[in-house]
């Protein structure tokens, strides 16, 4: 069965970097998509950033744009969000996310906050 895990959240200072980790397995990894997103208890889960199969197509969403960087080694079955110049409403779980056979996907997400 699909499974996502992901791993790299912690605690960082503001302005501070942090690499979250997403290990994939029970799926082709590398003919698919593969998405990051986050959430807080005050808003829904919103879209962070994707990645194209083959690593070539990335978007990205505004608020993070720029400072974000979402890549992939299909080697290894693992997407990545490296993450840097983090603010304090960067603070939530982020979620790794992939969309196989009309079936949505979710890790059970790693912790981020940002705080002095």
């Known amino acids: 069965q699909v499974q996502l895990v992901e791993s790299g959240g912690g605690l960082v200072e503001p302005g501070g970097s942090l690499r979250l980790s997403c290990e994939a397995s029970?799926?082709?990894?590398?003919?698919?998509?593969m998405r990051w997103y986050r959430q807080t208890p005050e808003k829904e889960r919103e879209f962070v950033a994707d990645i194209s199969n083959r690593g070539t197509i990335t978007d990205y969403a505004d608020s993070v744009s720029g400072r974000f960087t979402i890549s992939r080694d299909n080697a290894k079955n693992t997407v990545y969000l490296q993450m840097n110049s983090l603010k304090p409403e960067d603070t939530a779980v982020y979620y790794c996310?992939?969309?196989?056979?009309?079936?949505?996907?979710w890790g059970q997400g790693t912790q981020v906050t940002v705080s002095s």
């Open positions: 996310n992939v969309h196989v056979s009309s079936n949505f996907y």
């Open positions: 029970g799926f082709t990894f590398s003919s698919y998509t």
